[in-house]
């Protein structure tokens, strides 16, 4: 099956400072997805990309789907302490459309 | 808002004991999907509906079964459970199985056997 390959595993970072985290495929994609999810709860929607070379901001957040369409980053600028949680990456295509999930970036912001 | 519910939110089985994860959702989505996450894997997609009456086969479907009997629920049954199930169940769903409609999910139910 397609695999996504998530990195970084985890990021210890200081409050105030930028994060980049970033997907890849050896599949192509019709859709990159960015979720977050908090302890005890399920993946919320961060940001959805359906072109490639898409730019799309939410806030301090900003993702672009690659232009190979088989991979794609998400940005988090000036990192606050609610920021914590652990972030998916996902593709969305294939055969039967059906979502593919990254492993994960557990996030961490001291303060 | 209710959205995406999912009951129960925990459950402790014995070894070849069957059971029913229950989802319902309110939004009126045709497309519904149960995933399981395990840690370091993400989430991976177990079976899925793009609408009543219609399932089919994700990643990992076995030792499950689906049905889709209206467009509200979309329970998960395991025939007789086995340690390697125990996980964390996600039932999450969106207005089509379009690549443009993003899914939504629920808080999860977290399933352990012993």
């Known amino acids: 099956g397609q695999q996504l390959n998530q990195s970084p595993q985890s990021m210890f970072i200081q409050e105030g400072e930028d994060v980049s985290m970033n997907c890849t495929s050896s599949s192509i994609f019709n859709t990159w997805l960015w979720y977050k999810q908090d302890p005890g709860e399920g993946p919320v929607l961060l940001i959805a990309?359906?072109?490639?070379?898409e730019l799309t901001s939410n806030g301090r957040l900003t993702a672009q789907f690659g232009i190979t369409r088989k991979d794609s980053f998400l940005n988090i600028s000036a990192s606050i302490p609610s920021d914590v949680g652990i972030y998916f990456c996902a593709g969305q295509g294939g055969a039967h459309n059906d979502m593919r999930f990254g492993a994960g970036t557990r996030l961490t912001v001291k303060p | 808002n209710a959205g995406v519910t999912q009951t129960p939110k925990f459950q402790v089985l014995k070894t070849g004991q069957s059971m029913t994860l229950q989802c319902a959702q309110d939004?009126?989505?045709?497309?519904m999907s149960w995933y399981r996450q395990d840690p370091g894997m993400g989430l991976r997609l177990i079976h899925y509906s793009v609408g009543a009456g219609i399932t089919d086969q994700g990643e990992v479907p076995n030792g499950y079964n689906v049905s889709r009997s209206t467009t509200e629920d979309f329970p998960l049954r395991l025939l007789s459970a086995a340690p390697s199930q125990t996980s964390v169940y996600f039932c999450a769903s969106s207005r089509t199985g379009l690549s443009n409609q993003p899914q939504h999910f629920g808080d999860g139910t977290r399933l352990s056997i012993l």
């Open positions: 990309l359906y072109k490639a070379g």
């Open positions: 939004m009126n989505h045709e497309y």
